[in-house]
């Protein structure tokens, strides 16, 4: 799970690209492929701020127990003053730059937030809502270095999670190669290839979702 940068960028002809892609992977099943990207997957301020003042504060400590073994003194009210212009210094960089908040984010932390921007696209894009509950949503949340393969009910009942894996480790290796919109041609022909084999086409099938890459 892994993207190289949050600046990537898809131009027209890769979203024309990654359309293509869908339509022709869908000729050959009845399931439904839908591509989301996001740029971040929460605004984590609140969290970037709280780790930042433990950091603040364990380095006040660290500090403290320099100058007392220096044998210095500072007034108590000077030391807090300096700390809270510190921290409210430290607090108006993460709000005036965004990019720097996710650094102050545990991965596990990042991770949690982009699994549930992934379901909350796949319930808001309705990819939950075909017909045979055959709609696998394919996501990536790039300054998270995240990606994941949402599939239906349907679906899970057939494929295990180690073949959307694959996919995963695949679409990420081409992100972190910058080559983002390769990866997602990519994971939409595995994913047909599943797709196929286990709900091939049929008569009278309908396309009951947009075939498109949606940026958020």
């Given at each position: 799970?892994?993207?190289?940068?949050?600046?990537?960028?898809?131009?027209?002809?890769?979203?024309?690209?990654?359309?293509?892609?869908?339509?022709?992977?869908?000729?050959?099943?009845?399931g439904e492929i839908y591509c989301?990207?996001?740029?971040?997957?929460?605004?984590?301020?609140?969290?970037?701020?709280?780790?930042?003042?433990?950091?603040?504060?364990?380095?006040?400590?660290?500090?403290?127990?320099?100058?007392?073994?220096?044998?210095?003194?500072?007034?108590?009210?000077?030391?807090?003053?300096?700390?809270?212009?510190?921290?409210?210094?430290?607090?108006?960089?993460?709000?005036?730059?965004?990019?720097?908040?996710?650094?102050?984010?545990?991965?596990?932390q990042r991770y949690k937030a982009?699994?549930?921007?992934?379901?909350?696209?796949?319930?808001?894009?309705?990819?939950?809502?075909?017909?045979?509950?055959?709609?696998?949503?394919?996501?990536?949340?790039?300054?998270?270095?995240?990606?994941?393969?949402?599939?239906?009910?349907?679906?899970?009942?057939?494929?295990?999670?180690?073949?959307?894996?694959?996919?995963?480790?695949?679409?990420?290796?081409?992100?972190?190669?910058?080559?983002?919109?390769?990866?997602?041609?990519?994971?939409?022909?595995?994913?047909?290839?599943?797709?196929?084999?286990?709900?091939?086409?049929?008569?009278?099938?309908?396309?009951?979702?947009?075939?498109?890459?949606?940026?958020?």
């Amino acid at each position: 799970m892994a993207t190289r940068s949050p600046t990537q960028a898809l131009t027209h002809a890769d979203h024309e690209r990654i359309a293509q892609a869908i339509r022709a992977t869908e000729q050959t099943t009845s399931g439904e492929i839908y591509c989301v990207v996001a740029r971040s997957s929460d605004g984590y301020f609140f969290q970037a701020a709280f780790t930042a003042a433990l950091a603040l504060f364990a380095v006040s400590i660290a500090f403290g127990y320099v100058l007392e073994a220096l044998w210095l003194s500072v007034r108590l009210p000077h030391f807090l003053i300096v700390q809270a212009v510190a921290a409210i210094s430290l607090f108006v960089l993460l709000w005036l730059v965004p990019s720097l908040r996710i650094h102050f984010v545990p991965r596990r932390q990042r991770y949690k937030a982009a699994h549930a921007n992934a379901v909350k696209q796949f319930l808001a894009r309705n990819v939950h809502r075909t017909a045979a509950r055959t709609g696998v949503l394919i996501f990536v949340s790039i300054a998270e270095r995240y990606a994941e393969v949402v599939a239906d009910s349907g679906i899970d009942a057939k494929v295990g999670q180690h073949v959307w894996d694959g996919v995963v480790r695949d679409l990420t290796a081409h992100a972190g190669d910058d080559r983002l919109a390769d990866g997602f041609v990519n994971a939409i022909g595995a994913v047909g290839s599943v797709l196929a084999e286990h709900f091939p086409v049929g008569p009278g099938d309908v396309n009951e979702l947009d075939d498109h890459l949606v940026e958020i």
